[in-house]
């Protein structure tokens, strides 16, 4: 009797565990494929003060349009040799027809991924833009438990160096401008930017006393860049009073719950605000989904690889 109740729960655990098993596969099955699934979202910001776009006017607006000033936000490229689906991808979102781009780092995850980087960059490096690296532009990734992600603790970078050096003078070879720890002043069409940003603040690599201090007050559009969206960091750029930031890291969650529900976000920012456009005090943050992911963990749930167009509108003019 006793012989025949342990075989039937040897039986029971084993058809349990296949089943796990099947359904495990089938998940990670799911999760891979959605890694070629890629999306753009588009949000609307209004922070220009009026007549900024000379709307209304003959010859006004950014790049001969009278209404909105475009930022292609990309970062978390992640990029390994023989992606062709994300360089193309990439490539084609020339014709959203950005006025600016902003790179907020992880654009490596191989040693050999510079080429195609640049090759899914390449229409988007005609376009001026800013950048700032992640700690995966610097350092290879480790390999580790895919689900250890969940567990969110910081993982410790590898001691193998990527070559961000020569990526980083092939975008200023283009023309972007690097905002690692450095104010930036320039005028894209008739908007006037200043753009600063930090160093990877998730591996401590920030030293804001670098770029401390308020932006010059004679910018229509005050810029803020940092790999990861640390809280610290971004309460020191609310304080100086930029009006928008822009972060990735988070890939807003990755392996989420159903409706894009961030389980961790691998850094001090909330779960609510592991993607997408939020309110950060008095400014405006942006937490991009990002575009790929370590190579050894490569699934995403319920969380497309991403980039976003924000259409920097101005105020509405209320009569006084």
């Known amino acids: 009797m006793v012989n025949s109740t342990i075989r039937k729960i040897l039986a029971i655990t084993s058809t349990t565990g296949a089943v796990g098993a099947a359904g495990g596969l089938a998940l990670a099955a799911w999760g891979w494929s959605e890694l070629r699934k890629f999306q753009l979202h588009e949000y609307t910001v209004p922070l220009l003060e009026p007549g900024t776009l000379g709307i209304g006017k003959l010859g006004g607006g950014a790049s001969g349009r009278k209404n909105d000033f475009r930022i292609l936000h990309i970062s978390d490229l992640h990029m390994i040799p023989g992606q062709q689906t994300k360089i193309e991808w990439v490539s084609q979102l020339a014709d959203t ?43 290879a990734p480790r390999p580790v438990n895919p689900f250890g992600y969940l567990l969110a603790k910081k993982r410790k970078v590898s001691k193998v160096e990527l070559p961000w050096q020569g990526m980083r003078a092939a975008f200023l070879e283009h023309g972007w401008l690097d905002a690692t720890h450095t104010r930036r002043e320039i005028k894209v069409g008739p908007v006037k930017l200043a753009v600063t940003g930090v160093d990877d603040p998730h591996h401590d690599l920030d030293d804001y006393s670098r770029v401390a201090g308020p932006p010059n007050e004679r910018a229509d559009l005050a810029l803020a860049l940092s790999h990861a969206p640390e809280p610290r960091v971004l309460d020191q750029f609310a304080a100086d009073g930029y009006h928008l930031t822009l972060c990735g890291h988070t890939h807003g969650g990755q392996l989420c719950l159903p409706g894009g ?19 950060w005090k008095n400014m405006y943050l942006h937490v991009s989904n990002g575009l790929g992911t370590s190579r ?19 105020k509405p003019a209320y009569p006084s």
């Open 261 to 279: 529900r961030a389980i961790v976000t691998n850094c001090g920012i909330d779960r609510e605000r592991a993607s997408g456009l939020h309110r």
């Open 97 to 139: 027809k950005p006025d600016l781009v902003i790179n907020t780092g992880d654009n490596l995850s191989h040693l050999k991924a510079v080429p195609e980087v640049l090759r899914a960059l390449g229409p988007l490096l005609r376009v001026p833009g800013f950048f700032v690296f992640g700690t995966n532009d610097y350092f």
């Open 296 to 314: 050894f963990v490569p699934f995403r749930l319920f969380c497309r690889p991403s980039a976003t167009l924000l259409h920097i509108v101005e």
